[in-house]
């Protein structure tokens, strides 16, 4: 496949190898082992002197697939698919980090990539020290002769602030370390990390890769040293937290729409954070589209639109808040997000409902802030379901 196909191409045909059938859509394939012609064979195959397929927690023909063609998405080497994006984390320290190792890591980070951080790791004696996703300055200052890792998420959940990829990994690179961004919020088919600098990316493929709330997967894309040779594909393997081929199979077909899935995501939450900045009773929007976003020049530089996901703060607190989420007949009041269904978070009392007072107030998480990640349904639906609380 050459890499001078457009997106949208990729997002089909990368990665396709056809079986013995011929086959026109990518095959399922639901096995745990492969079986070798002969002992030579088996020999040959486990000492690696032969490529092929040997047990499916190593690798499986469709996660192969799903693998090479988010690749060609991200303009990556290499491709390693894991059970979720937790794993893919997981996957990228395990086989990079080692004791006494330092990480400098936004602030602004999923809860889970927190608490892993925080609470599992430092077990480990790999330290993190979390500074500002937007000030460069800090992650120079945390930089200490240990930090081998810097790790961000941009945009940030859930007020949407944006780090520079290209100056942040000229500051890792000065320091010889790698930098990770976690790609979720954009996908390849906005923002590609590695044409930026970074050294690594990380999905959720539970999110808009899928794109369709079914299942978890997650992956971690760079150049084939770091992920091959560079111990993450060796965790993985040796560990066990592979994606599972149907998993695979069912994020493979989510990629063919993701092109066109992003831009609608994207123009339908640019109207509807449009509609809420001229609203009397929205006191603030956060999103990376809108004029008024404090790091807009710098978003519409580095990603092709603003995204799907847009926060706001009503004007009365958490009472205010609440009463437009239990108002919504339309939205879903869950946490995931890039699913063609809108979903509506109130992230004071959910995703950060355990951190205290003073830790939100810090984040800029406020009682009234709320957070959509915008659908495909019509904008307009949205907006007359968003009104029924909002008024
Ligand atoms: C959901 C999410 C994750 C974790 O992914 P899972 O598939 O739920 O394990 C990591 N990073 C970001 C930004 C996310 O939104």
Redesign the pocket.
């Known amino acids: 496949m050459t890499s001078d196909l457009d997106l949208e191409t990729l997002a089909i045909h990368a990665g396709i190898h056809r079986s013995q059938f011929n086959e026109h859509s990518e095959p399922l394939y639901l096995t745990s082992s492969f079986v070798f012609d002969s002992a030579a064979q088996a020999a040959a195959r486990f000492s690696g002197e032969e490529p092929g397929n040997i047990y499916s927690r190593f690798t499986n023909p469709t996660v192969t697939v799903m693998q090479e063609r988010l690749a060609a998405l991200e303009g990556a080497e290499a491709c390693i698919a894991t059970a979720?994006?937790?794993?893919a984390?997981l996957a990228c320290v395990m086989g990079l980090l080692s004791a006494g190792d330092h990480v400098v890591a936004s602030r602004s980070?999923?809860g889970?990539?927190v608490n892993l951080f925080t609470n599992i790791l430092n077990r480990f004696k790999i330290e993190t020290t979390f500074v500002s996703a937007t000030e460069p300055g800090e992650w120079q200052a945390a930089v200490n002769p240990s930090t081998r890792m810097f790790f961000l998420?941009t945009p940030s959940?859930p007020l949407t602030e944006i780090s520079d990829i290209a100056a942040l990994a000229a500051i890792a690179h000065q320091n010889q370390a790698w930098l990770v961004v976690?790609n979720?919020?954009c996908t390849p088919a906005l923002q590609q990390p590695l044409k930026l600098g970074a050294d690594l990316v990380?999905h959720?493929?539970?999110?808009y890769l899928d794109g369709q709330g079914r299942v978890?997967?997650?992956a971690v894309l760079g150049n084939r040293d770091l992920i091959m040779e560079g111990g993450i594909f060796g965790f993985l393997r040796t560990a066990g937290p592979t994606l599972s081929a149907f998993n695979a199979w069912v994020i493979l077909k989510g990629l063919e729409t993701l092109g066109i899935r992003m831009q609608a995501h994207s123009a339908h939450a640019l109207e509807i954070a449009q509609w809420l900045e001229a609203h009397p009773n929205v006191a603030r929007v956060f999103y990376p589209g809108l004029p008024s976003h404090p790091q807009h020049r710098l978003a519409m530089r580095q990603q092709k639109t603003g995204g799907g996901i847009v926060s706001f703060e009503v004007k009365g607190g958490r009472e205010m808040a609440w009463r437009v989420v239990d108002a919504t007949k339309l939205l879903s009041i869950t946490a995931n997000?890039g699913d063609t269904k809108s979903t509506l978070t109130h992230p004071a009392t959910t995703t950060h409902g355990r951190i205290s007072q003073q830790a939100r107030d810090a984040a800029g998480i406020s009682d009234g802030l709320l957070r959509i990640a915008v659908g495909l349904e019509s904008p307009a639906d949205i907006r007359t379901d968003l009104a029924r609380g909002l008024g």
Do not use: H, P, V, Y
């Not at 979720?84 to 794993?87: I, P, R």
């Not at 959720?204 to 999110?207: C, E, F, L, V």
């Open positions: 979720s994006g937790m794993s984390i980070l999923f889970s990539t998420e959940n976690d979720c919020f990380i959720s493929a539970t999110k978890l997967g997650g997000l």
